[in-house]
């Protein structure tokens, strides 16, 4: 046993996972890699990429934990839904696993020399421990030391190596263009076309393929969120997963803050190839055990590069982000492979890097801001970020746009759109009911912090432009109608005459939910005078 080499740090990792109360059994992903060994033709050469907080190193612990003899994970299993098949006992603990976590660096690390000697030192120690009689020194290549293992020993030696976190170092200042072909060129000498390779089983998020300029790489087949099926129930949860862990969480938790809506208003949007919804597992995880709806996402490294590049690109990003920010998507051709150039120079290539990364998500040639939680980051880049321009300015007007609503100013409010529309770009020339929708979102921006604030919502005998639903069921509701060449009042009657309202008033007989004023806006644009008016009507 060591440190890479038939470890205990994967089964122990996982051995917590499972103890966790909202643990979820994934075993089943078995099925797919046993294969290899039981008779079914495939390739060996596995690469799974995901965007951080997927699951994908509690997939690598739990694929270690189980093949791996560095521990007896008996104990872990035998609970699981693996221990149901036949050939559970013949691969428990009986390979040789190589597991390398591929995010951990020296102390004080500041070169690529000091990243990989220490992987390659740590991996020739192990199996100089391991295998004492093949004579391994310090000297030789970790292909040449595995080869001479399985040239030298009596039993037929091999490994299965399961690679956390392939593309980490790629994110690091101090790695240059250079240190990364010799990386490609280790991990290519290491894994392509030797024999002592039972599997290989590769985690990451950027696309592995587009790394290698030649061939060192193409024994992998690639299973991205985007383009393949396969293996993707096994990151991130599904809604039935979902469905029973709210269930779990309803359970065990007194008085229950969070409604299952809520979980998929803030982390649902992903989806598989197939169109299977996703959502982000660690955020589902936090909020069910904090009892609290919130944003669990972290940003960093690649996340900032990523911001630092539509700040230089502005002028091509900027209306189709006030579009996405607005509930909108927009149409993008997503290029996996672009995400693997920091120097993204076009529209296509930022967006294509931000589904790789997690921040927007891709259907059907179109992009768009998944769900709540990555709304937020997106509404404090509006809302900070002075380079927008006019989207800027309109996110910061969207706290004065509802103290008008709530105070019933119709004139300051027509005030702040004829502000929008005088911007004179291109988003804002109504030409669709989608760029007037956008500015609407826009301009009631910071309402998102007090109200959940729902689109083309079924109420009373039709579907309301807006509803807003205050989170503190005390306050004011606002139900908001849009016209085109008409009149504020026409779409304060559109509400009556469909009972919108009905949305707050509760079922027959039963006290409302909601007991705040109900507020009907109406907002009107004349395309001939490029005017807008407004009115409000407290209903009854």
Known sequence: MGIYLNGKRASLLYRKETKAAYFVDKSKMFDELIGFWEGKEGNPYICITRPRRFGKTVMANMIASYLGKGSDSRDIFDSLTISARGWYEKHL????????????????????????????????????????????????????????????????????????????????????????????????????????VELAYMTGILPIAKYSSGSELNMFLEYTMVAEEKYSEYFGFTETETDELYARYVRSVKNPRISREGLRIWYDGYHTRSGKRVYNPRSVVAALTNDNLGNYWTSSGPYDEI?????????????????????????????????????????????????????????????????????????????????????????????????????????????????????????????????????????????????????????????????????????????????????????IQQIKDKGYALKFRGKLGEAPEYTGRILAVGIAYDKGSKGHRCKIEILE
């Open 93 to 196: 603990n009986k390979h040789n696993v190589i597991y390398i976590s591929f995010n951990e660096l020296p102390d004080q690390c500041d070169s690529y020399e000091q990243y990989i000697s220490r992987i390659k030192k740590t991996l020739l120690n192990d199996l100089a421990k391991e295998f004492p009689d093949a004579e391994i020194d310090c000297t030789m290549a970790v292909w040449d030391a595995l080869n001479h293992i399985l040239e030298f020993q009596e039993e037929d030696v091999r490994f299965v190596f399961v690679l956390d976190e392939w593309d980490f170092i790629f994110h690091k200042d101090f790695v240059t263009e250079g240190d990364k072909r010799k990386y490609i060129s280790f991990l290519s000498n290491l894994l392509k076309d030797q024999p002592y």
């Open 307 to 491: 911001f630092y590049y539509i700040k230089k690109n502005i002028d091509d990003v900027r209306d189709a982000l006030a579009l996405m920010v607005s509930g909108e998507s927009v149409p993008a051709r997503v290029r996996e492979y672009a995400a693997v150039s920091m120097n993204l120079t076009t529209k296509e290539e930022i967006f294509s890097a931000m589904v790789v990364y997690g921040f927007l998500t891709s259907e059907n040639g179109e992009v768009f801001i998944p769900n709540k939680e990555l709304m937020a980051k997106f509404e404090d880049m509006l809302l900070k970020e002075q380079s927008l321009g006019y989207v800027y300015r309109l996110a910061r007007e969207s706290d004065r746009m509802l103290r008008a609503t709530l105070a019933e100013d119709a004139e300051t409010m027509a005030r702040i759109l004829e502000y929008a529309h005088n911007t004179e770009t291109p988003l804002l020339d109504y030409s669709h009911e989608t760029e007037l929708t956008a500015v609407v979102n826009l301009v009631y921006l910071s309402a998102r912090d007090a109200y959940r604030i729902e689109r083309e919502d079924k109420a009373g005998v039709g579907f309301v432009d807006f509803i807003f639903y205050p989170r503190d069921k005390r306050e004011d509701c606002i139900i908001l109608e849009l016209k085109v060449n008409d009149t504020p009042e026409a779409a």
